[in-house]
């Protein structure tokens, strides 16, 4: 996606979800590699293969990355992508282990779940690891349901009424 959005809502925490930018890579690479254990992707990400998925990230107008800002601070990212009219959420990941059970993480899942049901679909999804029991845990808490399993990971859906109206201020730039 080649265009920048930051999104805000008012949930009080200082939290900005900003597309990310070429600035962001190593963050993102670091970060993936550091949860690799938690991913389908289990394999160190170079330098050259995060630029490569970064130069197909921006060909791809379907596919949206966030940098997690909390008080200006990078402190992970969560994404996703339009795949046949429903939004596939992906990379979930808390960066910065001292914001770990701060609500962060519950919180930007709400901004970005709100943001895709506004401008894209209200069918939203996931797909978890069966071993990544924290991910299971994490994503029924916020509203996700099982609607599918297969061999190595099950399928969660949103319940559509999960978050009711949270309000979210978009900005375009770029």
């Keep these: ?5 930051k999104i805000s809502s008012q949930l009080g925490q200082d939290l900005v979800l900003r597309s990310i930018g070429s600035d962001d890579l190593e963050n ?37 990355m966030f940098i997690i800002e909390h008080r200006s ?26 914001y770990r059970r701060k609500g962060l993480m519950s919180s930007s899942l709400a901004v970005l779940c709100s943001y895709i049901a506004d401008s894209h679909t209200k069918d939203i999804g996931i797909k978890v690891l069966k071993t990544n029991k924290a991910a299971h845990n994490f994503y029924s808490k916020n509203g996700f349901k099982v609607i599918g399993t297969d061999i190595d990971h099950d399928s ?7 978050f009711g109206p949270l309000k979210i201020r978009v900005e375009h730039a770029g």
């Design 1 to 5: 996606m080649n265009i920048q959005i």
């Design 28 to 64: 993102l690479r670091r970060w993936k590699n550091e949860n690799s254990a938690a991913f389908f992707h289990k394999k160190t990400i170079t330098r050259e293969e995060q630029k490569r998925w970064f130069a197909g990230y921006l060909a791809n107008p379907d596919n949206y």
């Design 73 to 98: 601070l990078a402190v992970g990212c969560i994404g996703f992508r339009m795949l046949e009219g429903s939004a596939d959420v992906y990379n979930v990941i808390l960066g910065d282990a001292r």
């Design 156 to 162: 969660m859906r949103l319940d559509r009424g999960y």
